[in-house]
């Protein structure tokens, strides 16, 4: 009894010095040799504490800062990161700063910037920490793997978003932004003419519903079960943000949270399978033109030699980056023309005369039409999104 005792106890001390150990590189080890070696090259940057990094000084500053500084709708960075613009004053255009476990290096000289734009992912890489901290999300999918991997997964969906197949796409933008007019023109009419509309619902839903049509060939209807279990999962996974630098330790954890996310994640991959399936199923595929070709070449390129991991994998990985990124970032710059429109009402002014002008009275614009466009071209310098 007395040697079981023992060995137990030699067993719990060798997992807590492994624990120790572990603990101690990412939060201690590892980091210090990042900031050496970054040193050496002459990136400087504020001195962070051993569990926060540099975490409580941005706290500080934003709350400094913040009763003293005028609101710029051009100006996000000084509103949401002002310890950035504090940074670079003091430290340059490159400097290191860390958020406890992670150290990350802000890189703002243009001519840095130009020369890692020139890399590709499939040699620079995407970082370790992405890979696992964004995995429930984004999966396998494009924007996440590296190498070969991704050389296929490009070359699986790119032709997709060739010119002919996005002119195709103009019919069903239109098709999906009609009610919208119409609610907002019933809100209007019923308040008398004039009201304040908080638009972000409405344009994330108009996202969606795009993304659907054109990508999936299913309305918003069909779709809104796996963009409402990705926004609850994209708010799970970011609770793991706040315990710095000790997210993959603590998702193994049986909390409340793991296990929500393990449910939303096989919820989602269900969904997704299930809508894989019933276009594996249809019967002469060609009437549907462009309204699910990306789920049909990501279904295809589920079966190609290119790819590390399942079919079922490369399918839900794909098609949860495609939900997710697109639908988000598509509804986040419309929000933020539309506030930039709403704030400089002459630009408004003339694009609107501009399109009234090229649509000679038609009810919609098509594809020749939009690359007549001067003012809301994605070419101006004030427009591009």
Known sequence: MLLLMENLL???????????????????????????????????????????????????????????????????????????????KTYGSVFLYSTGGREILHVSQPDMVKDIGHWTPSELGKPNYLKKSRKALLGGGIFTVNGDEWV?????????????????????IEDSTAPLFGAWESILDSAGGSKEIVVDEYVRNI????????????????????????????????????????????????????????????????????????????????????????????????????????????????????YFAGHESTAVTAIWCLMLLATHPEWQDRARVEALEVCHGRRALDADGLQRLKTVSSQHPSMIL
């Open 152 to 172: 296929y997964q490009r070359k699986t969906m790119a032709p997709e978003f060739f010119m002919d197949k996005i002119k195709g796409m103009i019919q069903l």
């Open 10 to 88: 030699t067993l719990v001390l060798i997992l807590l010095g492994l624990a120790l150990f572990y603990l101690s590189n990412i939060l201690w080890l590892r980091p210090g040799k990042i900031r050496k070696r970054l040193r050496r090259q002459g990136v400087k940057g504020p001195k962070p504490t051993l569990l926060d990094g540099n975490t409580r000084e941005m706290k500080r500053i934003r709350h400094e800062l913040k009763p003293m500084k005028k609101q710029d709708s051009n100006n996000y960075i000084s509103t949401l990161f002002p310890h950035l613009l504090i940074w670079r």
């Open 207 to 322: 996202s969606a519903d795009v993304i659907s049509r054109a990508c999936f060939g299913s309305s918003f209807a069909k779709g809104e079960e796996i963009f409402c279990r990705l926004r609850k999962l994209q708010t799970a996974v970011s609770q793991h943000d706040s315990f710095v630098g000790l997210s993959a330790p603590w998702k193994h954890l049986p909390t409340k949270s793991n296990r929500e996310i393990r449910n939303l994640v096989e919820e989602v991959r269900l969904l997704i399978l299930e809508l894989a399936k019933a276009n594996t199923n249809e019967k002469g595929a060609e009437h549907s033109g462009t309204c699910n070709g990306l789920l049909r070449a990501i279904i295809n390129g589920a079966h190609g030699p290119g790819h590390g991991g399942t079919a079922e994998d490369f399918i839900v990985s794909n098609c949860k980056t495609m």
